[in-house]
Nanobody
Framework: VQLQASGGGLVQAGGSLRLSCAAS????????VGWYRQPPGKQRELVAR???????DYADSVKGRFTISRDNAKNTVSLQMNSLKREDTAVYYC???????????????WGQGTQVTVSS
């Protein structure tokens, strides 16, 4: 099982970016999926997640600006980021709680990270 993230880049403050993450491999089932970020010199933190059933969770700092969505048919999760601020600058990682065809046990997988840089 692999997670492949894409969509990062450089954007001016107030702009928008859309991150996407695709899960591939021998997937039996995907439970929770989400996005985390690690700002320079700081610890990784939750940005947003969507759990089985569709409920979503957001960090207070991104509520009203970011929207997470998942496509269960395509095994993808996206993060639409609007009204970006300099403090959103970070490496963004997608995350999934996934059971593979082989083990059928859920474990956490991480994507490779994509850089988002917001300039003033």
């Amino acid at each position: 099982v692999q997670l492949q993230a894409s969509g990062g880049g450089l954007v001016q403050a107030g702009g928008s970016l859309r991150l996407s993450c695709a899960a591939s491999g021998s997937i039996f089932r995907i439970a929770n999926v989400g996005w985390y970020r690690q700002p320079p010199g700081k610890q990784r933190e939750l940005v947003a997640r969507v759990v089985v059933g569709g409920n979503t969770d957001y960090a207070d700092s991104v509520k009203g600006r970011f929207t997470i969505s998942r496509d269960n048919a395509k095994n993808t999760v996206s993060l639409q980021m609007n009204s970006l601020k300099r403090e959103d600058t970070a490496v963004y990682y997608c995350n999934g709680l996934i059971a593979s065809d082989t083990s059928r046990n859920f474990r956490t997988y991480w994507g490779q990270g994509t850089q988002v840089t917001v300039s003033s």
